[in-house]
């Protein structure tokens, strides 16, 4: 079975898949680091842009803290 990768994720889905750290501090990253969309009351974030960032993060040492 093939499934869809979404353009967007949610804070949820970032600390599920990418981050395990606390919700706060992936919301204080991304809002340093990313354009992010509020829908609603939640942040959601390109998933092209945080793989982007992330892979680029490894090499420049972007600090999660």
Same mark, same amino acid.
């Given at each position: 079975?093939?499934?869809?990768?979404?353009?967007? %994720? +949610? *804070?949820?889905? &970032?600390?599920?898949?990418?981050?395990?750290?606390?919700?706060?501090?992936?919301?204080e990253?991304?809002?340093?680091? %990313? +354009? *992010?969309?509020? &829908?609603g009351?939640?942040?959601?974030?390109e998933?092209?842009?945080?793989?982007?960032?992330?892979?680029?993060?490894?090499?420049?040492?972007?600090?999660?803290?």
């Open positions: 079975m093939i499934t869809a990768k979404r353009k967007y %994720l +949610s *804070i949820n889905d &970032i600390q599920e898949e990418y981050l395990p750290i606390s919700k706060k501090k992936i919301r990253f991304v809002k340093d680091h %990313l +354009s *992010i969309r509020l &829908i009351n939640r942040i959601y974030v998933r092209e842009a945080l793989e982007t960032l992330l892979s680029n993060g490894k090499s420049q040492h972007v600090s999660l803290d």
